[in-house]
């Protein structure tokens, strides 16, 4: 069984703040994991994601996250957040044995304050 | 553009109605998922469809069905429709059958009335 937990569903920064957004996972096998991003009224784009390789992701828009296996996180960050990062944020994670369904945390909704 | 498309964008229909719901995947993509999103239950994955076989199925309800055509769009068939059925539906496609990306189209919005 694969699961993930988002903790905090709402994160308020500064703009030119960092930006952390917490994702916990529980997997049985090794995990494949995903940020997404969902602006309001408008699907979820692909922001990085994990698969295996090096444990430091970059994605776009200056966001990047770091598998930690022991710690079994996988969380968002981004050196100084811009008013556009406001949307919600989502975690998700698939593994092989249940084949590329996306099993998605409850989403953190992130403010940037000017 | 995530390059998936569905339409229509929004419905409006009344309870006990049928509404049948389309998406076209990404060029090349041969798997297609379906996902609802209510506030209630959060994303949750549906059914996944695979070069026109069903590869997965997830929380869906015994009142809803989908079907993937040869030319690799799909459709999601809600039936008997209840309040509680109103919701986002997405569709996205991926090349992989697993570990890799999924893109997502920009949802139907369904309200149930």
């Known amino acids: 069984a694969q699961s993930v937990t988002q903790l905090g569903s709402h994160v308020s920064v500064s703009e030119g703040a960092l930006v952390l957004l917490r994702c916990n996972y529980s997997?049985?096998?090794?995990?494949?994991l995903f940020w997404y991003v969902q602006y309001p009224n408008q699907g979820l784009q692909l922001l990085l994601k994990?698969?295996?390789?090096?444990?430091l992701v970059k994605g776009i828009n200056g966001f990047e996250a770091e598998f930690k296996k022991s710690e079994t996180s996988f969380h968002l960050t981004k050196p100084s957040a811009h008013m556009s990062d406001a949307a919600e944020y989502f975690c998700?994670?698939?593994?092989?044995?249940?084949?590329?369904?996306?099993?998605f945390g409850e989403g953190t909704q992130l403010t940037v304050n000017p | 553009d995530s390059g998936v498309t569905q339409t229509p964008k929004h419905l409006i229909t009344a309870t006990g109605q049928r509404v049948t719901l389309r998406c076209s995947p990404r060029s090349g993509d041969l798997s297609v998922y379906w996902y609802q999103q209510s506030l209630d239950q959060g994303l949750q994955f549906l059914i996944q469809y695979y070069n026109g076989e069903e590869r997965a199925k997830g929380n869906i309800l015994e009142r809803f069905s989908a079907q993937q055509f040869p030319d690799l769009h799909s459709e999601l068939n809600l039936s008997s429709l209840e309040l509680g059925d109103s919701a986002l539906y997405f569709c996205a496609s991926s090349r992989l059958t697993s570990g890799g990306e999924q893109f997502f189209g920009p949802g139907t919005r369904l309200t149930v009335l």
């Open positions: 998700a994670v698939s593994q092989e044995t249940s084949g590329s369904r996306l099993t």
């Open positions: 997997s049985s096998v090794p995990p494949y």
């Open positions: 994990y698969t295996s390789a090096a444990t």
